[in-house]
């Protein structure tokens, strides 16, 4: 039986960045088996991209503009809906996402526990 990801207050280091303890530590050439799992637990995922802030948010100065990793001022919004939770916060090569997941309403895994 799958145990399911539950919404939990994610810990965020020093620069802002921090992953929910209970996602599987993926790495970067595991896109396959990431999609798969995020499919087990029945979730969809959205991003928020820090790059889609204005240019006058601290993080986004910071980050783009000065050249520091820290993040820790950027607080982005769920998407649109109910249920969204984090998943991680974390830097790729086009700079810091967000990622919010929630459960597929009346997927298979939502009976599971």
């Known amino acids: ?9 994610i810990l965020r280091d020093k620069d802002g960045y921090g992953y929910h303890p209970d ?3 993926f790495e ?3 896109e396959k088996e990431f999609r798969e799992w995020i499919a087990s637990q029945g979730l969809e995922i959205k991003l928020s991209r820090l790059e889609d802030e204005h240019e006058s948010h601290p993080a986004y100065n ?5 050249g520091d990793a ?5 607080e982005a919004s769920p998407p649109a809906g109910e249920g ?3 998943l991680s916060i974390h830097d790729t090569d086009d700079g810091p996402v967000w990622v919010w997941v ?3 309403a009346d997927h ?4 599971q526990s």
């Open 23 to 25: 996602e599987p530590d």
């Open 108 to 111: 298979p895994a939502e009976e």
């Open 102 to 104: 929630r459960r597929i």
């Open 62 to 66: 910071r980050y783009f503009e000065i």
């Open 28 to 30: 970067e050439d595991q």
């Open 84 to 86: 969204w939770f984090t």
């Open 70 to 74: 820290d993040i820790h001022e950027w």
């Open 1 to 9: 039986m799958t145990k399911l990801i539950q919404p939990v207050v």
